[in-house]
């Protein structure tokens, strides 16, 4: 296989990523096809579709030394272990994900397809491998269960973005960095409220702390500025 697209997102390292996609609507992204599948005709007729598949490569979450049977889902405290083929965990034999996006517009720039989409949970310059159409008569399951998840479907933080903070970013970003800090991006195993985090998120560097189940944010920097991190 090789990569037919990559994205372009507002995070430039892994780190803060939803644990899922279409957790956070307002994260949007570009899927930018290569010259060799940017052929129009390929793309006939899936404007029609409000949402589809991509099948990504986790490209920045290589296990150093081969696949483990079993891994530690973050939203039950690192500590737990499943089978890796009952998560999502990245550090799976061939490293392959799986998110369904909203699917904004289609269209061509510069001789290259290009595919605006929102909901995204990759970071910027993950490789796709393909795109197919989300169904909902077949991709939407009624009768399924949920599993150990259910259990951590509702982990929201309630986020403290002081105002004059909250102004730095760019007013369409705004909400998107909410949303973010809403599903908190700490490690699953971090329960240190004097700790300060840095998330990179559309050129800016957001530190926080998190105490219960308050997330407070403490500053915004420019990514070119000097910062002082404790991730």
């Known amino acids: 296989m090789e990569p037919i697209a990559f994205i372009h997102t507002d995070f430039p390292t892994k780190f ?10 307002a994260l949007e992204g570009r899927v930018v096809f290569q010259p060799a599948y940017s052929n ?24 150093r030394s081969g696949w483990s049977p079993t ?13 890796v083929f009952a998560t999502r965990s990245p550090f799976r034999p061939n490293s392959l994900g799986l998110s369904c996006v909203r699917l904004r517009q289609v269209c061509f720039e510069d001789g290259r397809a290009v595919l605006y989409v929102s909901g995204i949970d990759m970071m910027d ?3 796709i491998y393909d795109v197919k159409p989300y169904i909902p008569l077949t991709d939407c399951r009624q009768d399924a269960t949920q599993g150990y998840t259910r259990q951590t479907a509702a982990h929201q933080l309630e986020v403290v973005f ?7 970013l760019p007013e369409e970003k ?3 960095a909410v949303g973010i800090l809403q599903q908190d991006p ?3 195993y971090s329960e240190d409220p004097a700790r300060i985090y840095g998330l990179a998120f559309a050129g800016f560097d957001l530190q926080f702390t998190v105490d219960g189940n308050r997330l407070t944010v403490c500053s915004v920097n420019k990514l070119n500025e000097p910062m002082e991190e404790n991730r």
């Open 16 to 25: 803060g990523l939803p644990r899922q996609s279409g957790l956070v609507e």
């Open 40 to 63: 129009p005709v390929a793309f006939r007729g899936l404007e029609q579709f409000s949402h589809i598949w991509l099948i990504w490569d986790f490209s920045a979450a290589k296990p």
């Open 71 to 83: 891994v530690r889902p973050p939203r039950l405290g690192g500590n737990q272990r499943m089978g």
């Open 125 to 127: 310059g993950t490789p």
């Open 162 to 168: 002081p105002p004059a903070l909250l102004e730095q």
């Open 174 to 176: 705004r909400t998107a």
């Open 186 to 188: 700490r490690p699953g």
